[in-house]
C-alpha cells in the first residue's frame, strides 16, 4: 500500500521524503517497482481487459453479477467476487435501479380463475409458464405503453406489443405474438395481475381459445408477477431511463432494438448454463 502511495505521488513529492515519512525503505520501494508482476497479478489485468470489453459492450450498464456470467459463458474460470473486486478497483460498475412505489386498486379475477403460480417462478420446460404484464414509457410526444409475454423457462421474450393507449388489443397483441412462436399446440399457463385489460371478457375467451390457462395474482400483490416486474425494471434501468424519445417511432424503434439485440441474446446464452433454469439465477 505505501509502495503504491509513493509510486502515485513520485512526481510531487521527493522519493526519499516519502519513504522516511512513511517509513519504508528507498532500497525496498525501487525494489517493488522494478519486480515482475506475480502470475495472479498477471491474470488479473488479463481478466480486467476482458471485463473492461464486456462492460463496453453492455454499454455500461452491466454490473458484475452479469458481466461474471458472460465471462462463465466464455469459459473463464474465475469467481463473482473477483470480478466485483476488479470492477470496483477500475470504477466500473453497472446503473442502478429507481425505486419507486405506488399502489393501484386490483380488480376481480373472472369466475373460475386463480393463481396457478403461485410464485413458483421456475420451469423445467419452455412453453409452459408464461408472466405478462404492462408498463409505461414516457417520450416527449405524450405517453407509449408496452406489454410483454416472458416465458419463465428461458427468460426470453416471446411476445411483446406497443401501443399509446392501455387497452385490451395491447394485451392480446402480445399473447398473439408470443402463440405464433410457440412451436405445439400444448396449453400454457399465463399469469398476470388483476388490470382491467386482463380481467376484460374478450381476454378471457381469447386465451381459453387457444388453450391458455389464465392466472392471476392475489389483490395488491405485486411478488406474485415478480418476474414481469423484474424484466420491465431491467428494461428501464439498461435503456429506457437513459434516453430522451422525442417521439412514440424513436421509443418503439429502441425498445425493440433492446429487446432483439440485447435482451433475448443475453438469454439465449443462458440456456447453455445446466438445468434447472431459474428465472432469478438461485
Request: proline residues 5%; charged residues 25%.
Amino acid at each position: 500500500m505505501q509502495y503504491r502511495m509513493i509510486q502515485r505521488c513520485r512526481d510531487a513529492f521527493s522519493i526519499r521524503m516519502m519513504c522516511r515519512w512513511l517509513r519504508v525503505s528507498p532500497s525496498g520501494y525501487y525494489g517493488w517497482v522494478t519486480r515482475p508482476l506475480s502470475a495472479r497479478a498477471q491474470d488479473n489485468a488479463r481478466l480486467l481487459a476482458r471485463i473492461r470489453a464486456l462492460h463496453a459492450d453492455h454499454d455500461g450498464v452491466g454490473g458484475s453479477p452479469r458481466i461474471w456470467e458472460d465471462l462463465r459463458y466464455a469459459g473463464e474460470r474465475c469467481g463473482r467476487h473477483r470480478v466485483a473486486r476488479l470492477m470496483r478497483r477500475a470504477g466500473l460498475q453497472g446503473v442502478p435501479q429507481r425505486r419507486r412505489w405506488r399502489k393501484k386498486p386490483s380488480g376481480a379475477r373472472p369466475s373460475g380463475t386463480r393463481n396457478h403460480l403461485e410464485r413458483d417462478f421456475r420451469a423445467v420446460a419452455p412453453n409452459t409458464k408464461w408472466v405478462t404484464d404492462i408498463t409505461y414509457i414516457r417520450p416527449a410526444e405524450q405517453w407509449l405503453y408496452l406489454s410483454i409475454v416472458l416465458d419463465l423457462y428461458s427468460g426470453l421474450v416471446v411476445g411483446w406489443s406497443m401501443s399509446p393507449r392501455q387497452d385490451r388489443q395491447l394485451v392480446v397483441q402480445a399473447v398473439l405474438m408470443a402463440l405464433w412462436q410457440r412451436p405445439t399446440r400444448t396449453p400454457v399457463m399465463l399469469h398476470s395481475d388483476r388490470g382491467c385489460q386482463f380481467t376484460s371478457e374478450e381476454y378471457q375467451r381469447f386465451l381459453e381459445a387457444h388453450q391458455v390457462i389464465c392466472s392471476m395474482s392475489a389483490v395488491g400483490s405485486c411478488a406474485d408477477n415478480a418476474a414481469a416486474e423484474s424484466c420491465f425494471g431491467v428494461l428501464k434501468r439498461e435503456r429506457v431511463n437513459r434516453q430522451h424519445y422525442r417521439t412514440r417511432a424513436e421509443a418503439r424503434a429502441d425498445i425493440f432494438d433492446y429487446i432483439e439485440r440485447c435482451h433475448n441474446p443475453r438469454q439465449r446464452r443462458r440456456l447453455d448454463i445446466p438445468p434447472p433454469y431459474d428465472f432469478f439465477g438461485h
